[in-house]
Nanobody
């Protein structure tokens, strides 16, 4: 069983910064892509940033130059550094990971996992 736990959300003024973290735990064999999504009230969940196991990032156009995704494979953790925050960045931010897991006496499996979400509010 695998869990993703996000932290670091909160209330920040426009122009401010926040750093989100997401830690994966459980019977993990390997973690492939790790991603951050966000969902504003009444809107669909959108991809914000993604990072490969090797560390190659990609970003949504709306956050390029302001957000930085990174990961620490030894700690099974992905980060999202958010700078120059705008009110339109307000949303619940979700962590996603593509993870293979092992099972004692059985075959490994590979599945998608999501965190519970962390609220980011940008307001003066």
């Amino acid at each position: 069983q695998v869990q993703l736990v996000e932290s670091g959300g909160g209330l920040v003024q426009p122009g401010g910064s926040l750093r989100l973290s997401c830690v994966a735990s459980g019977t993990i064999l390997s973690i492939y892509a790790m991603e951050w999504y966000r969902q504003a009230p009444g809107k669909q969940r959108d991809l914000v940033a993604t990072i490969t196991r090797g560390g190659s990032p990609n970003y949504a156009d709306s956050v390029k130059g302001r957000f930085t995704i990174s990961r620490d494979n030894a700690k099974n953790t992905v980060y999202l550094q958010m700078n120059s925050l705008k009110p339109e960045d307000t949303a619940v931010y979700y962590c996603y990971a593509d993870i293979s897991t092992f099972r004692y006496g059985g075959p490994s499996s590979r599945n998608d996992y999501w965190g519970q979400g962390t609220q980011v509010t940008v307001s003066s």
